[in-house]
Structure formats: C-alpha cells, structure tokens
C-alpha cells in the first residue's frame, strides 16, 4: 500500500487523520436542530422533499431537548453523551436537519454564534443546498471566521450526483451549475466546503459515480462524505422499493463502489464518510448497513487486498 504518512495508517485521509493532524485530537460530532426547514419541503421548490429525505430531514441524530431547544442546550445534552469517552473533549456542532442556511442572516447569525460561543466547540459545520448560500450568507460566515479565529466554519453541500437525469429523478431542484457557482464563491473566501454524494441512486451506473468523483476533483472541494442510498420509510424512494422499481445495493458492491471511488479521488481531499447512519427505527433497506463496524471492516479488508488506495489512479507513478 502506498499511503500518506499523515493518514494514521488508513489507505485514505480520513476526517479522524485530518482532526489529528490539524488539532492533535479527535473532535466529536455533536447534530443539531436549529429549527429550520427546506424549500424543497415548505412548498417554495416543492412539498414532497428529495425522493430519498425522511420527514426529520436527516435531523434524527440531533439530541431533542423539547423543553429547551436551544442549540446551546442541545449542545450540552449532545457532550453528555460522549462523557464516558476519553479522548477528545472538544466537538463539532454539526448543523444537520434540514437546510441550514435557509433563513435571514440575521437569524443565522444568532444560531451560528451560540455554538461558536461555546468553550468547547471546536467549529461549525453547516449542512445546506447550494442554492441556498447567498452572498449575504457568505458574508456571515466570513465575518464569523473573523469573529471566532480560534474556530472554523465548513460548510457541507448535498450534491449527491453530477447527472442532471438523476438530479430531476430524485427532486434534487437545482442543476449542477448552481453547486460549481456556489463551490467557487466559498472557496474565494477561504470557506471548506464538504460534498455529498451518494451512491446507489436510481438508474445511476459505476461510471456515473465515478465522473462525479472526477467533477469533484476538479472543482476543489475540501472534503467528501461518500454515503449509501438508503430506503427509509414514508419517502418516495420507499414507495419505488415497495413496488418493486428499486433494489438496494449489496454490501459487497457498495463497498467495491467506495474503493472505486477512492482510487479516484485526490490524496489531499479529507473524507468525512465512508458510509451512511440510516436511523434504525426507520430504515427498509438494506438492512446490512446497521452494522456499520462490519461495512468499515469489509471496506478496509478489501483494500487492503486490492492494494488500494486513495488517489491510486490520480496520483503519477
Ligand atoms: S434538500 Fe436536504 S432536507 Fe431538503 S428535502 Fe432534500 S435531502 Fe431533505
């Protein structure tokens, strides 16, 4: 295996490396709800939601605090959680139902500083729609690295494909175009930004996948979140699986998909996630993915026996 000596011994330059490299330690997630909703929900772009988005707009790991919503108190009952843990003390708010930048700067201002505000937050990472970052909102975030320089701001964007046939399929509601412009207004400002594809889409093939990978590479984004289709109840991709019309992936070749995909990436790009969290209690298919370890495990040990790595297939002999 030919691998970076600053990626821990993985075959890839993992969030984990990237944390240790950068601020000697790991740093936890911590997801919050801030209240927010989407366009392609509240009926702006559409009502339905991407065909694959469950009703909690993936906002079912934030901790809920019913009788105190706040992000601060969602951040402490978050840290709670990770009291038993040893290493790490500092975490990661992590913006993640919904769209979270779909509000007025000045109410993003008020929720972005109360985490930033906390002692031991680490940084913000915000996941949004490209079509919902303004410059106004950059300007924000701008002022906010100015603000907090002790801290970062990520920004995290839900591509999920290039293909604008699959983008139509799933309701994604805004074309590739509009993702590229977004990538280049934040990284002008110095702004990490972090993609989201998933594989496993509808009628999407291997070679789909892997010219996403290659826009991804070209256009500069810092980091990736690589993660697994899944089938959760009362979406419509749950409707196309009942019937018949859509079949999951096998682990066996999810995890060859993610090698692929490996290979292909730059070295430099740090990959968030190799895998998706598809909530127990509302997860149809592929059952395979609740045992996340053994995904990790099989995505490693096959690696390892292909002699794979990151960048294998961009990076000069
Ligand atoms: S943009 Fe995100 S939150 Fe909105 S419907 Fe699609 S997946 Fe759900």
Redesign the pocket.
């Known amino acids: 295996m030919k691998a970076s000596d600053n990626w821990h011994g993985r075959p890839y330059y993992s969030l984990d490396a990237y944390l240790k490299n950068t601020y000697g330690e790991k740093l936890y997630k911590i997801a919050v709800d801030a209240g927010f909703t989407?366009?392609?929900?509240d009926g702006t772009l559409g009502y339905g939601?991407?065909l694959?988005?469950s009703a909690g707009?993936?906002g079912e790991y934030a901790v809920k605090t019913a009788m105190h919503p706040s992000v601060a108190r969602q951040l402490a009952a978050g840290a709670a959680l990770f009291g038993h843990k040893r290493t790490g003390q500092r975490f990661i708010a992590y913006f993640q139902?919904?769209?979270n930048t779909y509000g007025s700067p000045s109410r993003l201002r008020l929720l972005y500083e109360e985490a930033l505000r906390e002692p031991s937050v680490a940084g913000i990472s915000i996941a949004t729609?490209p079509d919902c970052i303004s410059e106004n909102i950059v300007t924000l975030l701008v002022n906010l690295m100015g603000k907090f320089p002790d801290k970062f701001v990520w920004v995290e964007l839900?591509l999920q494909t290039i293909h604008e046939r699959t983008a139509d399929f799933i309701?994604?509601?805004y074309p590739l175009t509009v993702y590229d412009n977004c990538v280049a207004m934040l990284r002008e400002c110095h702004i990490p930004v972090v993609t989201h594809v998933i594989l496993g889409l509808p009628q999407e093939s291997r070679q789909d996948m892997l010219s996403t990978i290659d826009h991804l590479n070209q256009i500069g984004t810092w980091g990736v979140k690589l993660q697994l289709l899944h089938v959760l109840k009362d979406t419509g991709l749950a409707k196309l699986y009942e019937q018949g019309c859509y079949h999951p992936l096998a682990l066996e070749d999810y995890t060859g998909l993610v090698i692929d995909c490996l290979e292909r990436l730059l070295p430099h790009i740090v990959v968030h996630r190799l895998t998706g969290d598809g909530p127990a209690n509302l997860l149809l298919a592929p059952l395979w993915s609740l045992d996340k370890r053994n995904v990790l495990n099989t995505i490693h040990h096959t690696m390892k026996l292909r002699s794979a790595y990151q960048g294998r297939l961009t990076l000069r002999p």
Do not use: D, E, M
Request: aromatic content about 12%.
């Open positions: 989407c366009p392609n929900r939601g991407c694959f988005c707009g993936s139902a919904y769209t729609r839900g309701r994604r509601g």
